[in-house]
């Protein structure tokens, strides 16, 4: 007899686990149920959104602007950063950053400031006469 029980006992579990699972495939189908469970993480990258410091930087022959960014310690930053003549780098060791700068399209970067003090970023593609000079500094206060 009790072995009957956990038997029907584990048939009901079963079964209940197989509606629970169906009902949890089904339902974002049923009535476009993504929304609920979509809606906090929109939030929360939202939030993130704000917080993110996002500067303009352009390369063109031979310089950075701004060549001097000045950001605050634990801010996200996204640099969008775009050549207007040749191809350049962008390089900043301290974050390990090194992309490179393809005339007239924007690339992204994106950090943590963690660190502070003061970094250097410089161009990391040989890009004429005064490639060495191409630098700039970011500045985390
Ligand atoms: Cu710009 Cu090298």
């Known amino acids: 007899m009790k072995i009957k029980l956990s038997y029907?006992?584990?048939?009901?579990?079963?079964?209940?686990?197989i509606i629970t699972g169906a009902l949890v495939l089904?339902?974002?189908n049923e009535k476009k149920g993504t929304t609920p469970?979509?809606?906090?993480s929109e939030v929360s990258s939202t939030v993130q959104n704000q917080e993110i410091k996002e500067i303009q930087v352009i390369a063109r022959q031979w310089q950075f602007e701004p060549?001097?960014?000045?950001?605050?310690?634990?801010?996200?930053?996204?640099?969008r950063i775009k050549s207007v003549d040749v191809t350049?780098?962008?390089?900043?060791?301290?974050?390990?950053?090194?992309?490179?700068?393809?005339?007239?399209?924007?690339?992204?970067?994106?950090?943590?400031?963690?660190k502070s003090g003061e970094f250097e970023f410089a161009c990391s593609v040989q890009c004429g006469?005064?490639?060495?000079?191409?630098?700039?500094?970011i500045i985390i206060e």
């Open 88 to 114: 350049h780098g962008f390089a900043l060791p301290a974050y390990n950053i090194n992309v490179v700068l393809t005339p007239g399209k924007e690339e992204t970067v994106e950090f943590v400031a963690d």
């Open 8 to 17: 029907q006992l584990l048939a009901i579990l079963l079964l209940a686990g």
């Open 26 to 28: 089904f339902k974002p």
């Open 67 to 79: 060549s001097e960014i000045r950001v605050k310690r634990g801010e996200r930053v996204r640099l």
């Open 129 to 137: 006469a005064g490639h060495a000079g191409m630098r700039g500094k």
């Open 37 to 40: 469970s979509a809606a906090p």
